[in-house]
């Protein structure tokens, strides 16, 4: 998967505009980041990464090269 | 795992109570936002709650669903051989509230009666506790009660729980039985107790006793959401496989209501097909230990025909405790919903 691919799952997840992200973001910039959206990007681990996320791990994610990283 | 299978008891009637009152997730908008409270529907699948009054109390729920399932068995109050009630918000923190109810309902001084405190998991493990007893004791009659106005103790401005929680009493009858079993599985985690607490309002904390807060149910979302998408579909399988249960061997499957986003997504990972999935969260929010009784009786309650359908049963949640139940059941034995503002007032 590329980072352009990983990049429009997450914004699909966070219901923005496609095109929008670019991983030097920092997460805190970044449109509908909240719980939920911590949520819901833990669910999309389990399901497409088949990898569980702690809600630890997801704190310690600054910016979305952090979640990129992961996706794999 | 703790599993096993509980032989000659069988559940007779299901009967829930919920409060007449309703309160929608819509008419939170002023507090939380219009764009937040969607978002929140959408996550939850929670739309409307029934809300207890304040006076009204757990106890006040149980009760009315207990008259009206004894009122259909016939059972008269000195034929009941135990009350076992699992609630999270008693009357009192002294005494237990089955000793309340005892009395209420008119048993007789042979019956047990004790309270067990627990939530999301209580009706799995309300089922097997009164079964246990059923199964290994020379007892016929166990009247389970499961129900809690968890709206009480919630902070209004919270947006992880004012939204989040209905209120409800259920009762059960389980019955001795010759020939019906049921087969369970009980897990406990208490590592993560703190991620559903109210700290205080007990003994642990009562320095604190200025502080609030701390009478507030505090839930931390994220921590609840990994536990009931991976420890809880691992403990399933391995019971399913436990005992070659497969997907087409249950025709019903009736989780704790936590959010439709969790049951979705347990299902999934399961191979549920969502049509064998009962919600009942929608309209009645997350009804805590009661959900699954509660579910059922939404699901079934208006069903009239007397066919038999296999059920697995799941709770999971604060403890963190959780358990599953496979047996089979007559639609039949689910009575319609019981909406009512009824409460004791010599309490």
Known sequence: MTVKEKLNMLEDLLDIERDSLNEDLGLDEVENWDSMAVIALIAMFDESFEKVLTPAEVKKFKTIKDIVDQME | MATGILRDVEIKVIACAVPDNIKKSKDYTE???????QKFINMTGIKTRHVALDEQCASDLCYVAAKSLMEKLNWEPSSIDALIMITQTPDYAVPATACVLQHRL???????????????????YGVWQAATIISTQDLNRVLLLVGDTSNFGINPYDSATAMV???????????????????????TNGNKFKSII?????????SRINNAPDYDLSMDGSEIFTF?????????????KQYDIG????????FHQAN?????????????????????IDRYGNTSGESIPLTLVDALGEDKSSETIRL???GFGVGLSWGGIYLELDKSVCLPMIYTNDYFKEG
């Open chain 2, 312 to 314: 697995f049963l799941c």
């Open chain 2, 228 to 240: 009931a998408i991976t420890d809880v579909p691992r403990s399933i399988k391995s019971f399913m």
């Open chain 2, 106 to 124: 008119g048993l007789s001084e042979d019956c047990i009666a004790f309270d067990i405190n627990l939530g999301c998991s209580a009706y799995v």
């Open chain 2, 31 to 37: 507090v939380f936002g219009e764009e937040s409270v």
């Open chain 2, 247 to 254: 997907v087409n061997d249950v025709d019903m499957y009736v």
């Open chain 2, 165 to 187: 929680f209905g209120d409800g009493g259920t009762a059960t009858a389980l019955e001795k039985t010759k020939g019906k079993e049921l087969k369970y599985f009980l897990k």
């Open chain 2, 260 to 280: 439709l986003f969790i049951l979705k997504h347990v299902s999934k990972k399961l191979g549920i097909p969502m049509e064998k999935v009962a919600v009942s």
């Open chain 2, 198 to 206: 109210v700290p205080a309002g007990h003994a642990r904390s009562r």
